[in-house]
């Protein structure tokens, strides 16, 4: 199935109707089979014992049922954080990592296989992005974790592989329907979408009158630096980025997160700390460090504890809030693309 293809858990019930009317069936169908979907997550018509056995089987046959397979775990034995690899039904894997705060259980999603952004410390994106995300396959993932795990989800984090406004239709159908009353319902204020900033697509998330929150991936306090990490900075400059920022926040009321992974030598100075402040104090904000995650194939080294600590000093005295990001199961393949990426040169390894 082709992800241009709308498939049957990745529609909205106003959709669900028209394809119930054009089987003969009476409009009112559609909430049971939304509920089916998204609120039991049935895995398979059969289950959907309130639809007559006509009405399932013709439904098996137009339209098969999106779902994900677990083909890997790994548990942190430090924090319990799980990282699981599911296979699409075209061969593809991706992964999804669930954690646990005292706040409640958070899941982190893929929106794509692979990435074409090619952020520099990355392991998502080297072997470039494969295709995206359907709606489906997005909420399966969230799907399949709380029923593995057994336990509510309340936050879910766009910041998987991927980037999500590159598969920007896809992503307000899954924002809608996972905070859906009749599926999840997981409050919008849960939400959050990471991206390294395509303002166009920013733009366009502020008109959606949605309440989530947006992260952008900023990592450089100057378009020079910036354009040394992240390709996407020469498409946008910094300035551009944060005006679009700046405008999601006016449009939604909603704060904003700026991710700021920090490198070795690269962008963790207290000269870029003061660059920083300059750019974002003011602003309605709030910055997330995160120590850079080394990736084998990149040459990146995350900064020592104690320049982190200048760093985060540096952006307080200016009135900035900031938090450090937990390092959440450093112990196994923390970061984004590693699991997959290992699982991908080990599958090579054995042909
Ligand atoms: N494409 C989106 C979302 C996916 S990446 C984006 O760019 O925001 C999620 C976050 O992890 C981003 O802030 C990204 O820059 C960061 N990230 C990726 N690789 C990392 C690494 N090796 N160490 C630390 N952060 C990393």
């Excluded at 003969?24 to 049971?32: H, L, V």
């Excluded at 999603?109 to 994106?125: D, E, L, P």
């Excluded at 999840?184 to 366009?204: A, H, K």
Aim: glycine share 8%; with cysteine.
């Amino acid at each position: 199935m082709k992800n241009t293809v709308l498939d049957i858990k990745s529609m909205y019930p106003e959709e669900l109707k028209n394809v119930l009317e054009e089987l003969g069936e009476k409009p009112f169908r559609a909430s049971q089979l939304f509920s089916w979907l998204h609120d039991k997550q049935a895995e398979e018509y059969a289950r959907m014992t309130n639809l007559s056995k006509g009405l399932r089987e013709k439904l098996a046959q137009k339209y098969p049922l999106t779902v994900l397979r677990a083909v890997n775990m790994q548990e942190s034995r430090l924090d319990g954080t799980r990282k699981y690899l599911f296979a699409l039904d075209d061969g593809n894997v991706i992964e999804s990592v669930w954690m646990r705060y005292h706040h409640g259980n958070s899941v982190c999603i893929s929106s794509q296989v692979g990435c074409a952004m090619g952020c520099r410390f990355c392991a998502s994106t080297i072997g470039g992005k494969v295709r995206s995300l359907r709606t489906s396959e997005m909420l399966e993932q969230v799907y399949q974790i709380r029923k593995l795990t057994g336990e509510r989800v309340s936050n879910v984090v766009v910041m998987g592989t991927g980037e999500p406004l590159d598969n920007y239709d896809n992503l307000v159908r899954f924002i809608r329907l996972v905070s859906s009353p009749g599926g999840l319902n997981i409050s919008q204020r849960n939400l959050t979408v990471s991206t390294c900033g395509l303002v166009p697509e920013m733009y366009r998330l502020a008109e959606e009158g949605l309440a989530v929150t947006l992260a952008l991936s900023l990592h450089a306090p100057n378009d020079e630096k910036r354009k040394a990490l992240m390709p996407v900075a020469n498409r946008y400059t910094i300035r551009q980025v944060l005006d679009a920022c700046e405008n999601y926040y006016r449009k939604t009321g909603r704060r904003l997160t700026f991710e700021y992974a920090l490198a070795e030598g690269q962008n963790d100075g207290e000269q870029d700390a003061e660059e920083l402040a300059g750019l974002i104090s003011g602003m309605n904000c709030h910055v997330n460090l995160i120590p850079v995650n080394p990736v084998r194939e990149r040459k990146f080294a995350r900064s020592g504890k104690k320049v982190i600590a200048n760093f985060q000093n540096k952006l307080e005295k200016y009135g900035i809030n900031v938090t450090i990001r937990r390092e959440m199961g450093s112990d196994i393949d923390g970061a984004c693309g590693q699991l997959r990426k290992r699982y991908l040169d080990n599958q090579e390894k054995n042909v």
